[in-house]
């Protein structure tokens, strides 16, 4: 079946500005996550939906960054008034019942966002 | 709290040389999984391996095989006669029970020569 997909793939932006990426996992994956690749780092968690329970947001750098996930499937991961710290390889991954650390998750191949 | 160390940031060998990749964890729990992860040029990270704490049984699979000891807090992983397909940035994972989110290493480069 079809993986994690996302997008755009790539997004460039100007500061200032919103943007919305989108991430779609795999079928019949009840948990969704979204981790953020800065140049040169390692992955930085940032949100973990699992079912209809209230997300986990405590990865979120700060109050511009927002997701939401609608019907249990699709997410959107919002970041208001763009900075260029931003800039980042935005990753999403799914599992199949969720929490971490007994379930494998699968990643997308992330949004490239740029920020100028 | 957690954290995953991935000493090499950068490792170059010759195609057909063997090549291991260190992971040192730390954690308080007694309950626990580690993860390797592999980053080709794409972009897509590409599952490799999950073990928990309770199994410290080294594994195999093709070249790539795993060493786990808990004693002194590493999960190692060894590219056995490397080809140039294995480039790629590799990343550590640990994940505590009960927690729904991965804490990564900050990856090695490994690059395979030809």
């Known amino acids: 079946g079809a993986g994690v997909s996302q997008s755009p793939s790539n997004k460039v932006t100007e500061k200032g500005k919103d943007v919305e990426l989108r991430c779609d996992p795999i079928s019949g994956h009840t948990a969704l996550y979204w981790y953020r690749q800065s140049l040169g780092q390692g992955l930085e968690f940032l949100i973990y939906f699992q079912g209809n329970s209230a997300p986990d947001k405590s990865g979120l750098p700060s109050d511009r960054f927002s997701a939401e996930r609608t019907g249990g499937s699709v997410s959107t991961l919002t970041i208001q008034r763009t900075q260029q710290e931003d800039s980042a390889v935005y990753l999403c991954a799914s599992s199949l019942v969720g929490t971490g650390s007994t379930d494998t998750q699968y990643f997308g191949p992330g949004t490239r966002l740029t920020v100028l | ?114």
């Not at chain 2, 000493?7 to 993860?35: H, N, P």
């Not at chain 2, 397909?85 to 990343?91: E, L, M, P, T, W």
Request: glycine share 4%.
């Open chain 2, 1 to 114: 709290a957690q954290k995953v160390t991935q000493a090499q940031t950068e490792i170059s060998v010759v195609e057909k040389e063997d090549v291991t990749l260190d992971c040192v964890y730390e954690t308080r729990d007694t309950t626990y999984y580690l993860f390797w992860y592999k980053q080709p040029p794409s972009g897509e990270l590409v599952f490799l391996i999950r073990r928990n704490s309770f199994d410290e049984q080294n594994e195999i699979s093709g070249r790539y095989s795993w060493n786990f000891q808990k004693s002194t807090s590493s999960f190692n992983f060894t590219i056995t006669a490397s080809q140039v397909v294995d480039s790629a940035v590799y990343f550590c994972a640990l994940s505590e029970e009960g927690d729904d989110k991965i804490i990564f290493g900050k990856g090695t480069r490994l690059h395979i020569l030809p």
